[in-house]
């Protein structure tokens, strides 16, 4: 068993609350997404934000050896750490890096996008710079993000083949290597705005051919254009949740086989009995109609569990437990009345799957109403992370 990096002393991950990551079921997801895509395309596997929460370097060597071509993440600090733990595909920096992270990029040879003139004049000639010094490295890639609808990063599809002539044909240091686009709305039944983007894209694509300029990556596929927009793959897909058997939305195309590689568990450090007329938690949100049990779970809402008052449940002895009361920063009540045999040292199932009842990420959607997204890279760094399978 190991823990992620956020612990590592020699009493890491003993916490009776952690996230547990089903490493077997990490690597039958990766096999069946590369069965189920269409073997000439390049994969790129998005880990920012540790995995969505599952383990950067964990995820991102498991796409390594399922023959991924390239890894993605948000920030400097996290593509060093791949590079730190000795991962060695091509990484590229989503968003915008600043001028103090050049010099970062090049000497962990990382990939940025550059996406006006202004920056690539002034990155070309830090490369320059720099491989006049070391005369290490003439030149370094970069990719060109268009902004095809989403107002958020890139240079508007429609003033975007400046800074692409500007790039390939003035920045001497600077390899274009890749054109990306991304979608607002790609896993919805509705792929009205997602086709008005790719038409947005095409057409940038098409001022290209009629150039003498090559770029050998072109991609704009998220999970949702990779499993239901077949037309935008392009030569390169970028998928972050799918790998973790998470689908974006309740249509989206769905693989057999696919699962959740992340469930939430502790046990059960305290048993009470409660009254009739006893209340439970801050604000006295519940109060004991009849006698009953409950068990004090140590996991709350700084944990990353929903703040939730007498909604939603948990499963013990592969049964559904109400929570009761409202949760608390570290702790949560639940309702054991109906399990007689209940004792100190239970599992308990906050995500995942216990008998035959399954808590989904979407049912904590529901209870915390956000995306799946959120639910799985909302649970924080101080409950432990055990690997196992
Ligand atoms: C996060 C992100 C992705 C991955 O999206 P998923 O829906 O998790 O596959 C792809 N591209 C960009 C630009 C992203 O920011």
């Known amino acids: 068993m190991h823990t992620n990096k956020h612990v590592n002393n020699e009493f890491s991950g003993i916490r009776s609350a952690w996230v547990e990551i089903d490493h077997g079921q990490l690597i039958k997801n990766f096999t069946l997404i590369n069965a189920d895509t269409p073997s000439h395309l390049k994969k790129l596997c998005v880990v920012k934000d540790q995995a969505y929460g599952h383990g950067a370097v964990v995820v991102a060597q498991a796409a390594v050896d399922a023959g991924y071509d390239y890894l993605a993440v948000e920030t400097i600090d996290e593509a060093i750490e791949l590079r730190e733990a000795d991962i060695a595909l091509p990484i590229l920096i989503f968003g915008e890096v600043s001028d103090e992270e050049f010099s970062a990029c090049v000497a962990y040879k990382i990939t940025c996008c550059v996406n006006d003139i202004s920056k690539a004049k002034r990155f070309n000639e830090y490369v320059q710079q720099g491989s006049a010094e070391h005369t290490s490295q003439a030149f370094h890639p970069v990719h060109i993000e268009i902004d095809s609808g989403m107002s958020r ?44 983007q790719h038409s947005r894209f095409v057409s940038v694509l098409e001022a290209l ?38 689908y974006p939305s309740l ?16 046990s059960i450090p305290a048993l009470r009995q409660l009254h009739e007329g006893d209340c439970v938690g801050y604000g006295m949100h519940f109060t004991a109609s009849t006698p009953m049990q409950i068990a004090i779970l140590p996991i709350g809402y700084g944990d990353g569990y929903p703040r939730v008052r007498n ?59 956000t995306v799946c997204y959120e639910i799985l890279t909302g649970w924080r760094a101080r409950l432990p992370r055990r690997y196992v399978g």
């Open 153 to 196: 990063w890139g240079v508007r599809w429609d003033e975007a083949f400046s800074v692409i002539e500007y790039i390939a044909n003035e920045c001497e240091h600077l390899y274009l290597e890749g054109l990306m686009s991304h979608f607002a709305m790609s896993d919805e039944a509705d792929k009205t705005y997602a086709n008005l």
């Open 209 to 246: 051919e009629q150039s003498d300029i090559t770029i050998p990556l072109v991609h704009m596929s998220n999970t949702g254009g990779l499993l239901d927009l077949p037309h935008a793959h392009f030569n390169m897909i970028r998928s972050g949740i799918l790998h973790l058997g998470v």
């Open 251 to 266: 249509v989206c195309k769905r693989i057999d086989g696919l699962a959740p590689v992340m469930s939430v568990k502790a």
């Open 311 to 369: 909604e939603g449940y948990v499963l013990i002895h592969g049964q559904q437990c109400p929570v009761v009361g409202g949760n608390a920063m570290d702790a949560m009540m639940v309702d054991v009345s109906h399990i007689p045999d209940v004792a100190i040292g239970d599992e308990v199932v906050l995500m995942g799957g216990q008998g035959d009842e399954w808590i989904d990420p979407r049912d904590l959607v529901k209870w915390k109403k």
